[in-house]
């Protein structure tokens, strides 16, 4: 039980750190200029730190489940049930909920509104620019 309890402390601790001083944004985004399905989970995590739930759920309306699911995953080594068709049902269902919440937070957000803005100053657009100007 002490070693439960010790895995869940360094386990927020950890999170915590990620989000703190991990915060340099998304890669994808800033290659592609398009929001990827985690684009505002930090942001919300962040919101939600100060209270600011309305914000935390506008950033990505996931954001109560997506720590939760990863120090599963990440405590039981990938496999969220012993069962393997279980672990698969559970994994698939994840897999559809996070796209399917990305495809709507894209067909409504994007490309204006925050966190599912378009950047056209990041990398791949902003080459496809250049390139244009040329040709
Ligand atoms: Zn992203």
């Known amino acids: 039980m002490k070693t439960a309890i010790r895995k869940a402390v360094t386990g ?3 999170i915590t750190g990620l989000v703190f001083f991990l915060d340099r944004g998304c890669v994808f985004y800033h290659l592609t200029g398009v929001p990827c399905p985690g684009c505002g989970i930090t942001r919300a995590y962040l919101a939600a730190m100060r209270l600011d739930f309305v914000t935390a759920f506008r950033m990505h309306p996931l954001w109560p489940v997506t ?3 990863l120090m599963w995953a990440f405590w039981k080594k990938g496999s969220f049930f012993a069962d393997r068709r279980k672990n698969m049902i559970f994994t698939g269902i994840l897999v559809v909920v996070y796209i399917g919440v ?4 894209m067909w409504v957000l994007f490309p204006d509104t925050p966190p599912m ?3 056209a100053g990041a990398l791949i657009p902003s080459v496809y620019q250049k390139l244009r100007e040329i040709i």
């Open 12 to 14: 927020l601790l950890v």
């Open 67 to 69: 720590v939760p699911v």
């Open 102 to 105: 990305y495809l709507i937070r």
């Open 117 to 119: 803005q378009f950047d």
